[in-house]
């Protein structure tokens, strides 16, 4: 395991030493070493915007504080929910009085404990709404869609509902943009290489040489098959056609696309699925409205691809073209 | 070889048009297939801004075309030189009459194509002048800085160097910024994995599990040592020292620092190395000015880090400091 570490059962701490040192703008600390917030935060008046998660999936979560976009996070070690702790600290941190929308994947730990701090936050006096982003269709068949993960769609979730807040939707309207948000989204992976969690030393799962796993986990959770690896086009053709046979997508629909890399696969690679993305979504008369192609949710140095599709009506293209900045994403129009 | 590609020999013309379709507001196609501009180039009074170099880098070099950044970018194949003939064009694409900067690194390749591309463009009347980045400590002494290779510096110099076309410099006041930029830079950079160009299909040269290499090349040239691998405080002195060594910095002295991942290393890791090379600099009494940290110039999926400081003056922070737009670097202030 050869990595940029001191401690391996450190590694979180010692990370977001570095991103506080290094963006004043965008990180502050605040009482628990698990939570960072944005300076600005509380805004006076405005829903506060939250979510937490495992550490790996760099950018994501913290990555993603900034102007118009989330409040405060909730840090968890690698892979690993944020403590019910952390979750209420962050809505503290986030809570100027217009409460706090709280959007975040639907994992097991992660439900348990936002659960426990929203009984605590609602003792203290935080209003608290939650959407819980469930867009990894691979995960569960389409009538057991309350069992799916969250997986890259929840940036797009972070976007509309923190553009929301910003505009100065209430907790109720922010809550249904980000719902209607996380609705639209149909998310699917596909693994090429394992990662190490650097406290473990080796792999946690294995992909072959020459295999691929599609439908797979951001850590790792088994997918829908395993198979030789496919050229770039038929990757293409069989992840799009598992998003659609979901979510149908008409001549004429406006869709963002967002295409992250899950860590190690080289960027000119992402392009090259790009292109065969917005190929087939042309032919069949669906429009690329905006378009996100980078290294957005990773997991740690896994080599792979996330296609993540959310389909647009006025408002969510309103709220999707606000300017945002923040470390993972910065939008200027 | 698990990677997201069609034909093993075509990656970087397949890697083209999703550029061009992803990033309209940053890309447009000329008439060379291996060189893409700026929509707006060539920009009316402004002196035309060009690097050139392989692939495989990205977002270097063609993801630094944007607003007060490149203009027209020369691409090559997968670590290897653009043509003489793709230069000329991304001379051309570049050029309002005001002349071309070409501000490029210093390998043979791109040396004897730039060579050749400026003296067919002194033939057409386009006025060229060079910069050439030698920014790798590693890579020969001190008494040889003309051997030395760019590598991570070439960034800031194409951001000092853009900055001050875009603020009315004339040719030979850009060459002058630009040249000031590199002179003002160092780097070095360790290697922890290997890579493989799809072409060749295997890695180009190895690394061992438990080792590092010291002052690698961004194609695996070979570096100062190979020793077991440190902890990243001690990697950070390590290699802290070799650039304060050649760049002596005095207490008071303000840098640019730039730290970038060679592909595969987790983001968490870059900026827990960033922690330890902050902490070292504000001992000695150094003000970093600016800094960014990320995947600004990488080798496919090798694992690794570079660190460049680049000291600065008035001059220099003013530019540095100036809002750009690109895929591979954005500033709003």
């Known amino acids: ?53 495992g550490s790996g999936h760099e950018p994501a979560f913290l990555g993603y504080i900034g102007k118009n976009m989330l409040d405060a996070v909730a840090i968890g070690e690698i892979f690993s929910s944020p403590t019910a702790g952390a979750f209420l600290d962050a809505f503290k941190a986030a809570d100027s009085g217009a409460g706090v929308a709280c959007l975040y994947g639907n994992y097991a730990g992660d ?38 993960r969250g997986v890259a769609g929840e940036i797009l979730m972070w976007k509309i509902g923190a553009a929301a807040a910003a505009q100065g939707y209430d907790l109720d309207g922010v809550i249904g943009a980000a719902q209607k948000a996380i609705d639209n989204c149909r998310s699917i992976g596909v693994g090429l290489s394992s990662c190490t ?4 030393g080796k792999p946690n799962f294995h992909i072959a040489d020459g295999k691929m796993e599609i439908g797979i986990g951001h850590h790792g959770e088994p997918g829908i098959e395993v198979s030789p690896i496919q050229s770039a086009s038929a990757m293409a053709s069989t992840m799009l056609d598992f998003v659609l046979n979901d979510m149908p997508l ?47 949710f990773t997991s740690l140095e896994m080599m792979g691809v996330t296609l993540t599709l959310m389909k647009l009506d006025t408002q969510l293209k309103t709220l999707l073209d606000m300017p945002a900045h923040s470390l993972g994403l910065t939008q200027v129009e």
Request: hydrophobic share 45%; net charge positive; proline share 5%.
């Open 1 to 53: 395991m050869n990595r940029i570490i001191n401690d391996p059962d450190h590694v979180v701490e010692d990370a977001i030493q570095g991103y506080l040192k290094a963006h004043p703008e965008y990180f502050a600390a605040t009482d628990n070493a698990r939570v960072l917030k944005y300076p600005a935060a509380p805004i006076a008046g405005k829903v506060g915007i939250v979510t937490g998660g």
């Open 111 to 148: 439900n348990m404990n936002v659960k426990m701090a929203m009984k605590k936050a609602a003792a203290a006096g935080i209003a608290v709404k939650t959407v819980v982003a469930n867009d990894d269709v691979a995960s569960a068949p389409a009538n057991e869609i309350e069992k799916r």
């Open 197 to 200: 969690i650097p406290a473990v």
């Open 250 to 296: 008409g001549k004429g629909q406006e869709v963002a696309l967002l295409i992250s890399g899950l860590g190690a696969t080289p960027v000119m690679e992402l392009y090259i699925y790009y292109a065969e993305i917005e190929k087939r979504l042309t032919e069949r008369g669906v429009k690329v409205h905006r378009r996100y192609v980078g290294n957005y």
